[in-house]
């Protein structure tokens, strides 16, 4: 079986090429790898021009490979017996241009850019036309678009047109989804062998229109490991953990959630919520005693851990020892949802998970940590390890260390963690996940905003921190510190409501209490939760939805994931 999977690996132009490389050092050669993925692009595109009552297809080619793909298009579609004709952009007739040459072997008409540089010729090709291929550029964009092409593409959206275009739409960063200034507005984008991660991520992929894969004999090994995966439904589908039938709480595991304060606590209700439909066997809420009367008397399915607070909306670190008595029986923990960033919330925060507070710095742990080093007896040492073996929970009740279980981090939780100076000392490759959205992710990395290319960012800061990371967006990336990176490329705009992402630390939080590691409870939680907002959507609209209706469908989200459909 080939390593590199269409629809689950996902690359960036430097890998494609690697790939094509490959290809060719096994054997195969230019012509045939183009010949390969036009014939399967060409297929999409007679499908659509089929259907039209009466096609005429304009061809736009550039100067690279892109438009060398859209010429071997240019003759299917003239081979099938639609009129087609193509305007070239900086590509003049040479003769090793094999493919200028049989698409004008063909006598398809060919107008150039060169020699109308009011684009006029364009402008009545357009009129003319009913579909339109966009080989423009493919892969090889990597700076802004020239002013004359970027005007090009612009009259090509203003007509209107339905536009499929190779590869990828012209003016998409192949990497990162950013757009070189304009783009084309694509109904259909058929991708050559595989996806690049600009298909997945905004705010190109808006422009992407229905995405297809063209067949591309890859090769089978490759020496460079694909990283990059695609959360679609058949991947997120691998990733749900198998519910035995004769399990029991424990084997489902129990989730401790500290969310929720005086201002916020909703918060603490859909993160315990989202814990305990996520398919976790218990969950507790440790939320401040101000909310906990109010959040009892209508949630029912958890149970309860009050924490002590300064005054209501404030926690002191007393209550941290607290949450630690309590843990040894816990797989999972999530802090931070509507937790509030006031000064004993920190103080508490930094106690929780054994980072320095400005008093006195408290000994935390890891489960499941080589390299805990629990701190000598009664220091109140904290670190991870593995929850619920009856030896080391005596011990660590005896002697006073903490395990952890695996961590979840979210919102105030990493509003809080971002004012601490080394924050990642204590939680590096550990089994931790910490869920930004953009602004928290600026804050963490303590800059102003972040850059342009997201997975780049989140691979880096993954890699730097030690842990998986979650970056929230309309196209949310999850990167492992390994180098591994998902994407989600489904926006889902009914998903952004406040309280969602509150679901999603539940979400993720009761998952790695099933067992799951970190990075694939992460792609699991960001896959159902976008089931989910899919039924929503379906279901309700995109307008007027908020969080509970996606905390609503988590089961019918299950059901479809598992059983493969809704009836
Ligand atoms: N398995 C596969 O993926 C296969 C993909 N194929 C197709 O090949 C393209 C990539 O082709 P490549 O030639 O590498 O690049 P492009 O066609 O995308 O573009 C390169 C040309 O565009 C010029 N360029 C670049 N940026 C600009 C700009 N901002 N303004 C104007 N012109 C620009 C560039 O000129 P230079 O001056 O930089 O040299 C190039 O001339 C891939 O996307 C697939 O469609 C193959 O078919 C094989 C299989
Ligand atoms: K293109």
């Known amino acids: 079986m080939p390593k590199i999977v269409p629809g689950y690996h996902i690359t960036t132009a430097a890998q494609i090429r690697a790939i094509e490389q490959r290809a060719v050092d096994e054997g195969a050669t230019w012509p045939d ?15 659509v021009i089929a259907k039209q009552p009466n096609p005429a297809v304009l061809v736009l080619v550039g100067s690279g490979n892109n438009g060398g793909d859209a010429l071997v298009i240019a003759r299917h579609i003239k081979e099938a017996d639609f009129p087609v004709s193509c305007y070239l952009y900086k590509r003049k007739p040479q003769a090793d241009d094999w493919p200028f040459a049989a698409a004008q072997a063909e006598a398809i008409p060919m107008s ?6 009011q684009n006029q010729q364009l402008q009545q090709l357009l009129q003319t036309s009913t579909f339109v291929i966009d080989g423009l550029f493919g892969i090889g964009l990597s700076r802004p678009l020239a002013a004359d092409v970027a005007h090009i ?3 090509v959206n203003a007509s209107k047109l339905p536009v499929l275009a190779v590869d990828v739409p012209s003016g998409l960063d192949a990497d990162n989804g950013k757009i070189w ?4 507005n694509a109904a259909y984008t058929v991708a050559a062998g595989l996806t690049k991660r600009g298909h997945h ?11 297809a894969i063209a067949p591309f004999t890859l090769p089978d090994s490759m020496e460079e490991p694909m990283t990059t995966t695609e959360l679609n439904l058949a991947t997120i589908r691998s990733l749900v953990p198998a519910r035995p039938v004769d399990g029991h709480k424990d084997t489902f595991g129990r989730v401790m959630v500290v969310a929720g304060s005086y201002l916020y606590p909703g918060a603490a209700w859909l993160a315990a919520t989202a814990a305990a439909r996520s398919g976790a066997g218990v969950v507790t809420l440790a939320c401040p005693r101000s909310i906990y009367g109010s959040t009892a008397a209508h949630l029912h399915e958890v149970t309860y851990l009050p924490l002590p607070e300064v005054e209501p909306g404030e926690l002191t670190e007393a209550a941290a020892k607290l949450v630690h008595e309590k843990l040894a029986k816990y797989k999972a923990l999530l802090v931070g949802p509507g937790l509030g960033t006031e000064t004993g919330t920190g103080d508490f925060l930094r106690a929780l998970i054994g980072l320095a507070s400005s008093k006195r710095r408290l000994g935390v742990g890891f489960l499941g940590s080589n390299e805990l080093e629990l701190p000598t007896k009664r220091k109140g040492g904290v670190g991870f390890g593995l929850a619920a073996r009856p030896k080391e929970e005596a011990k660590a009740e005896e002697e006073g260390p903490v395990v952890l279980p695996p961590l979840v981090i979210d919102a105030d939780g990493l509003n809080i963690l971002a004012t601490i100076e080394h924050w990642e000392e204590k939680l590096r490759d550990q089994p931790v996940v910490l869920t930004p959205h953009i602004g928290e992710m600026a804050r963490l990395l303590g800059e102003e905003k972040i850059g ?3 997975p780049q960012v989140a691979l880096e800061a993954a890699a730097r921190w030690g842990v998986t990371v979650v970056l929230k967006s309309a196209h949310t990336i999850i990167a492992s510190p390994d180098g591994r990176l998902a994407l989600h490329g489904l926006a889902n705009p009914a998903l952004a409501t406040a309280g969602s992402g509150d679901i999603l630390a539940g979400l993720t939080a009761g998952l790695l209490a099933q067992g799951l590691a970190p990075f694939e409870a992460a792609q699991l939680a960001v896959g159902v939760h976008g ?3 899919a039924l929503v959507r379906e279901e309700l609209g995109e307008r007027g939805t908020i969080a509970s209706d996606i905390l609503n469908r988590l089961p019918l989200a299950w059901r479809k994931l598992t059983e493969g459909g809704l009836k």
């Open 201 to 211: 991520l905004y705010p190109g992929a808006a422009y992407v229109g229905k995405l």
């Open 33 to 47: 790898l183009m010949a390969e993925a036009s014939r399967g692009m060409a297929d999409v595109g007679l499908t």
């Open 112 to 117: 150039f850019a060169a020699d109308d540089s």
């Open 181 to 184: 200034g304009t783009i084309i």
């Open 531 to 533: 089931v989910a907002g």
């Open 153 to 155: 593409i612009d009259l």
């Open 452 to 454: 342009e290319d997201h």
